[in-house]
């Protein structure tokens, strides 16, 4: 069974017993106003939006060097190799996921990027990585 508070103030007073629930995995609920928000353990929010948000990456080679994009996505990257391509589609994706919280977030055309950009600021460099060529997660 899950916990869930009816109010801040009981989930604060409560937090250790919220925040041990989200890490088993187990639902965590905090009710404001007309409002419940989840309390959710990071890494496996991070798990399940790596696996159903597939990156669909391109990666083409090009004038003696390679471009990644990502179809859907304002995101693009170019490098001398491979490895640097990637690593450049690594930070551009860090600043799509800073500019949407700073205010994309609203756009119509960008407000159903809200598990990427979770996604993203969840994951390390190399988890992005992977999710971007394919690798295990």
Request: net charge negative; with cysteine; charged share 30%.
């Amino acid at each position: 069974m899950g916990v869930h508070f009816a109010s801040y103030t009981e989930a604060r007073a409560k937090l250790k017993e919220l925040l041990d629930a989200a890490e088993r995995g187990r639902s965590a609920t905090v009710r404001r106003d007309d409002r419940t928000a989840a309390v959710v353990d990071g890494e496996r929010l991070r798990y399940f939006l790596a696996r159903i948000c597939p990156s669909n990456a391109q990666v083409v080679a090009e004038d003696g060097g390679w471009s990644v994009f990502i179809p859907g996505l304002p995101v693009t990257a170019d490098g001398r190799t491979f490895d640097e391509a990637i690593d450049e589609m690594i930070d551009a994706l860090r600043e799509y996921a800073e500019d949407w919280q700073d205010h994309l977030l609203d756009a119509v055309n960008h407000r159903d990027n809200w598990g990427l950009v979770q996604m993203i600021c969840l994951s390390s460099d190399d988890q992005l990585r992977e999710w971007l060529i394919g690798a295990a997660q």
